[in-house]
């Protein structure tokens, strides 16, 4: 599918707030500093569409870009960031929840992972609410590039294997590199069949 055009919309603090065009859309999720904003970036092919931080926990609204004119990605604030306060650190994820369980036009979540580190509870934590709430998702291991081949692989079996322990099926996974734009092409394939379907 081509990008013809990518724009900035707004960002809203609260599900409430978001466009109510009924565009259909696509949101990205994962802890911080996963890579959420780069990959958004990469698939759009423009390089500051999204705002990246060296600072972790930079984005902290629903951020909503609208693509081609018809549908929208969405970049949510990242879950799981240790120097929030407690209390505000439960709202994010309130926040999200509510979106991610309530929001009719949100057609696919793709929840991030760093394909260099071991499972890791929260994100096993979150990819079990997502389940158990039933609602769709595609797994993406990013910065890839920063692996060897077969790192990469043996990580990606662990992780399967440890899934495969709670779940009797695997979701659909996709390995990405912002760097690279390996991954680009399987992304923007499956949000075009539920664009169009
Ligand atoms: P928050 O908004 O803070 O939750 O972070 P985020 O998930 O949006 O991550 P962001 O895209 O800001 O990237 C965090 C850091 O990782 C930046 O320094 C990026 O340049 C780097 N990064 C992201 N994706 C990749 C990748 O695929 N490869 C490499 N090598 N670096 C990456
Ligand atoms: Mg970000």
Same mark, same amino acid.
């Given at each position: ?92 994820? +309130?926040?999200?929840?509510?979106? #991610?369980? =309530?929001?009719?036009?949100? %057609?696919?979540?793709? *929840?991030?992972?760093? &394909? ?40 990606? +079996?662990?992780?399967?294997?440890? #899934?495969? =322990?709670?779940?009797?099926? %695997?979701?659909?996974? *996709?390995?990405?590199? &912002? ?19």
């Amino acid at each position: 599918m081509k990008i013809s055009s990518a724009e900035f919309v707004k960002s809203s603090a609260k599900p409430g707030q978001c466009p109510t065009d009924r565009f259909p859309e696509f949101a990205f999720i994962g802890r911080s500093n996963v890579g959420k904003s780069s990959l958004i970036n990469m698939i759009v092919g423009i390089s500051n569409l999204a705002k990246i931080s060296s600072t972790p926990g930079k984005t902290r609204l629903i951020n909503h870009y609208l693509i081609n004119r018809s549908w929208y990605l969405v970049d949510l604030p990242g879950y799981g960031f240790a120097s929030v306060s407690k209390s505000e650190k439960e709202l994010f994820s +309130k926040m999200i929840s509510v979106y #991610l369980s =309530e929001r009719e036009v949100l %057609l696919n979540t793709f *929840v991030l992972i760093d &394909s260099r580190l071991k499972p890791q509870a929260q994100d096993l934590q979150f990819i079990e609410w997502m389940g158990q709430a039933g609602l769709p998702f595609t797994l993406v291991f990013t910065k890839a590039d920063k692996l060897t081949r077969q790192q990469l692989q043996k990580n990606l +079996k662990h992780y399967e294997g440890v #899934l495969l =322990e709670f779940w009797e099926e %695997l979701p659909p996974m *996709v390995v990405t590199s &912002s760097k690279t734009k390996n991954g680009r092409g399987e992304i923007l394939e499956s949000i075009q069949k539920l664009v169009k379907p």
